[in-house]
């Protein structure tokens, strides 16, 4: 505390830790942004695959693609909800019927490997996604498999009506909650390796592996901040977007 000198002392160090904790979250939610495009992109090829059906609801609404950020940006927290959850213990991670079936760092795992060994075609691949929808779902209604059990959470975070674009149900308000017709649902295609990209903007920082566990809240929320006050639009010929150096 006295004999050491003043960079080494105790105010300096958590001086410092306050500097490192903010260049985290600065980094971090310059990855998110770069998530998010990632994402879209997935979804733009999803729509391409559609023979454009799956954005068409939102091209020809009065509310425009406003509801596609808002789409893309909560599977961004829900991912970051899940691997938080994982890497505290909060979920059955070391369950063999969730790490297989449903578990987020699991298929990170896989997806990794995938790509290691068959790089030319992850974009050919589509299982990825709708294994994250159907944990998306297990957290909000809950399920039972023997002795897997997982209460259900509920929230505004993972309804699946709140966005139904994710699991191609269309503009808002039009999915169904609990037992959707099947004949009706059109999951988005969005290939595995775009899967494995997001993945890796939220699971890698500086070339480490981040831990969701030793992140405090407050980064959390501050990394969601920054996120606020985009949206997505579409423009007829090449363009470029310019962000004012003051946010």
């Not at 480490?208 to 407050?218: G, H, I, K, P, T």
Request: glycine share 8%; net charge negative; proline share 6%.
């Amino acid at each position: 505390l006295f004999s050491l000198p003043e960079k080494q002392r105790l105010p300096a160090l958590l001086t410092n830790s306050r500097k490192v904790q903010n260049q985290v979250s600065t980094e971090l939610a310059e990855q998110f942004l770069v998530a998010l495009a990632e994402l879209l992109r997935g979804f733009q090829a999803a729509d391409a695959a559609s023979k454009a059906q799956l954005l068409h609801d939102f091209r020809a609404g009065s509310r425009g693609y406003s509801d596609v950020y808002g789409g893309l940006l909560s599977v961004l927290l829900r991912l970051v909800f899940v691997l938080y959850a994982e890497q505290r213990g909060l979920l059955p991670v070391d369950h063999p019927l969730y790490a297989e079936e449903l578990g987020l760092l699991s298929l990170y795992a896989r997806l990794r490997d995938d790509a290691a060994m068959h790089p030319d075609t992850m974009s050919e691949r589509f299982s990825a996604w709708p294994r994250i929808l159907a944990l998306f779902r297990a957290v909000y209604f809950g399920a039972r498999a023997g002795d897997l059990v997982l209460p259900p959470r509920r929230g505004e975070l993972f309804d699946p009506a709140e966005h139904p674009l994710l699991e191609g149900w269309g503009p808002s308000g039009g999915a169904p909650v609990a037992e959707p017709d099947r004949s009706a649902l059109r999951v988005p295609t969005v290939d595995d390796g775009t899967v494995l990209h997001v993945l890796d903007k939220l699971l890698v920082l500086g070339g480490q592996r981040l831990s969701y566990s030793a992140l405090d809240v407050e980064q959390i929320g501050s990394v969601y901040e920054r996120l606020m006050g985009y949206g997505v639009e579409r423009m007829d010929s090449a363009a470029v977007c310019l962000r004012d150096p003051s946010r």
